[in-house]
């Protein structure tokens, strides 16, 4: 994202144009790729002082920020949990990050160390005129060359470094106590991460603009991404020629994108999943954006029990994420077919800045899980900050989760979140007790120590270096992590021709239910179970399935036998592990498959064995729960 600052008005601009209120010129701002900005609320602001005072004393945060109403942007830079860069008067003055061990810090910048310093009572280090000519170099801060530090510094902490005149000339980490940069004449006092360079010089705190005023500087600019948005929905909507739905998070980029479509003219029902893991404010805010657009509100609710499913798959992570199968898409699959079992046009509000996926994915899709579901998003290349004055130029009440901070409104165990964002929700709602009991038990269970779950490492089932290395050892599970249950499948070898035809075979770890499994292997055709051989039989024996566990298939060529011995083995995976999320229901064109208690069901009379309904399947597709050897 390109920002840019007129410093005549002192407001951030979103084009490459001039300032929309004063017609000067403006100066593009330097930020972290990929520069999903978005304005400061009350709440981070208040973090701003807290930490700024906490870091380096009374005062230090009015100094780098003068209010809470300030206009102060945010940008969220990619970082092992939560970083956030902080934009005011057309520059980056600080970063906010989250440590997972130490929690939330304040890194200034030059210019906002400079605004701080002026109060600055803690973390300040004076150093002698003859070292500066080094340190403007790139040098780090050198015991010999320290005149005075705070006394209250300690070893890890954020620190600015302040030249005769008061003015910052560094920032960085100190690497010894205050008392000993002073006393010792040899070692590193402070790391450098930033020193001063030329242009680096801030004006003081200058004009301050409100929000209103920020609205009024980009109002043609957002007017035409608005307009781009609504010329979007009515060229999809015509050229897919479906009927159409919207699909309401609760969060702002869903409540945007829903304006957005209402603002195109269109009335389309709206539909919401209540994945059994949404804070309730969020059903709630859900429910009252309904009332007030006078929407229709359909609203799916999963069938399954979050945490009684993690006992089932383990805990959910960024690579291991089943709960978006049954407790998002099954639901919303079962919504959409009964509602448009024709396909339908969902309008989702889906921002290419918002993560690496969703920048690769275009503005219109097909949803692999949910057949006959084009997405689309007319907010595909929003900022956030594009989001956020959009809401407040229509007067749109938000979710209350994001004035408490929230960053991200989802499903409240979700892994995908930061751990910033987990601790916050823990703080403030009383249900997340039940998901941190279950995880302590799972760590108990499987030998991980309580930092496992303290940091987050639950959240990943390759958990990165950097957060090992802040608690070495505690993302090593004694007992494996293995999940409740396991069906292990192993191929013996190449299928092989035997009397002019090929046959492949393998066998599962355990014995089979026969009964489940001859009604999932109709899909492949007629079956017959043979009680006293111990074996179900399909067409005239191309898949013999055994109750011991053993699979044979029969083909004309190899590979036509290995493809189809891999079919068998995935429909006995569903006989045996089905979860009933629901996802594979609406693939099937005769009505022959419905879940009932949990499990899907195939309804010998209807099915004619087109095998539609392969595709995704929560258990097929999750190897840790079906583990395939391939001994070949
Ligand atoms: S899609 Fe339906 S009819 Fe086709 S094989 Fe599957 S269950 Fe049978
Ligand atoms: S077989 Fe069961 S788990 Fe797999 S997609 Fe169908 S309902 Fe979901």
Redesign the pocket.
Known sequence: MKLRWCHHCNLPILDEGKCGTCGGPTVKVNLTPPGDIRPARRVDIQRVHRLADEQFGPGAGRALVPDEESVVVLNKAPADDRMDEVIMDGAVVATMRYDPLSGWHLLPRIGGANRMAKVATSGVVQISEDAVPFIEGGASILAPGVEAASLDIGSGDQVMVIDHEGKAIAVGVARMLGKQMVEEDHGICVKVRHHRRKGDAMPDPGLQGTWDDVIAANEAHMERMIDKGKEFVHRVAEEEGLPVAVSFSGGKDSLALLLVVLEAGLNPPVVFVDTGIELPETVEHVHDVARRHDLELIIEETEHDFVEMSAVFGPPSRDYRWCC??QKL?PVARALNSRFPGGMVTFIGQRRYESGPRSRSGAVWRNPWVPGQVGASPIQEWTAMHVWLYLRMRNEESNPWYDLGLERIGCYTCPASDLADLKLVEEHYPGYARWRTFLEEWAEASGHDERWVELGMWRFHNVPKSLQEMAPGAAEATEGLAPAFQLTFEMDGRAEEVDGAFVARGSFDRELDLERVAE?LTILGETRSDGEAGQVVVGEGEVIAQRDGTLVARGETGKATADLLERARQLV???E?????????PRCPTGA?S?VEK??RVDQDTCIHCGS?F???????FPPVAVMVDRG
């Open positions: 199968k049954t099954g999932l995976v569903r006989a592990l089905c979860v009933g999320c629901g996802v594979c229901v498959l879940t499990r899907v309904c595709g995704p399947c929560a258990v097929v597709d």
